[in-house]
């Protein structure tokens, strides 16, 4: 079966729907970002302040590259940013958590440990402006998240993989 990714902005839900899915389905599952934090020994903040976005974004490169013996991968937000990631995710099957923006606002009210989160809100609506488009090219299939609940994305990403791949389960 081909591997299957989690795109999405900050807060769609990419790693706890790639969680859940991958006990459901009893297929292995990582998250990109906590990779890099265990392959670079610090945390993603620590990275964006230390030697900036740029090196955070050749370490995303390296470590979806490295990833190759999992099946389900939730990446980060940004994971769009780079031509070869969108190049790589092609041989598998990439799945847009979609939420709007004012969902996300909802979701990520409290938080403070995402480098790209806390900026003004303009450079906040023009980076989600520019990856939902983004996600939306690089997708073969798009589920919309707002107001769901985290067992009915997962159930819904797992009724379209299945019907897509009949013989996941078995
Ligand atoms: C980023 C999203 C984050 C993390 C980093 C950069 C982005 O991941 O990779 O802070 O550029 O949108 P999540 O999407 O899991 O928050």
Redesign the pocket.
């Known amino acids: 079966m081909n591997k299957i990714y989690l795109i ?5 839900g ?2 706890t729907i790639g969680q859940k899915l991958s006990e459901i389905l009893k297929l292995s599952f990582i ?3 906590q990779y ?1 934090e265990k392959k670079y020994e610090t945390d ?2 620590t990275i ?1 302040k230390t030697y900036g ?1 740029e090196r ?1 974004r050749e370490y ?1 490169m390296i470590s979806l590259k490295e990833l190759t013996k999992y099946a389900i991968v ?6 769009v ?1 780079r031509k070869e990631n969108i190049q790589l995710m092609k041989k598998g099957v990439t799945i847009y958590l979609y939420a709007s923006l004012s969902e996300i606002k909802k979701r990520l009210k409290h938080e403070t440990n ?4 806390n900026q003004t809100q303009k450079e906040v609506e023009n ?1 989600y402006e520019r ?1 939902h488009k983004m996600y939306e090219k690089c997708a073969d299939i798009i589920v919309n998240t707002n107001g769901k609940s985290v067992n009915r994305v997962t159930e819904r990403v797992k009724n379209i993989l299945l019907h897509k791949y009949p013989k996941i389960e078995a």
Do not use: N, Q, S
């Open positions: 999405g902005f900050m807060g769609a990419k790693t998250d990109v970002d890099i993603i903040p964006f976005e955070f995303e939730a990446t980060g937000g940004g994971i940013e995402r480098p790209l989160w980076l990856r």
